[in-house]
């Protein structure tokens, strides 16, 4: 098993593995696993950008009632 913070790096050697099986070398490996172990700012950061969005959207709402 591999950790890592660099979600880059661990793509880009899951990747580089089809390299290594086809010059011969044996090994086993699975798809990689991604946990996220900052959720909750996860979270937080989509709730303000929807948030944000829907406060755009409302905009020509209301200038469409305020002509009617």
Avoid: C, H, W
């Avoid at 890592?4 to 011969?24: C, F, H, P, W």
């Avoid at 090994?27 to 991604?34: D, H, I, K, L, V």
């Avoid at 946990?35 to 755009?56: E, G, P």
């Amino acid at each position: 098993m591999v950790q890592s913070n660099d979600v880059n790096k661990v793509d880009r050697i899951t990747r580089e593995a089809t390299e290594l099986i086809e010059n011969g070398v044996e090994f086993t490996s699975q798809p990689p696993f991604f946990y996220n172990t900052k959720l909750s700012q996860v979270k937080m950061d989509l709730l303000a950008r929807a948030s944000a969005d829907a406060k755009q959207r409302q905009k020509p709402l209301q200038k469409m009632q305020a002509v009617t």
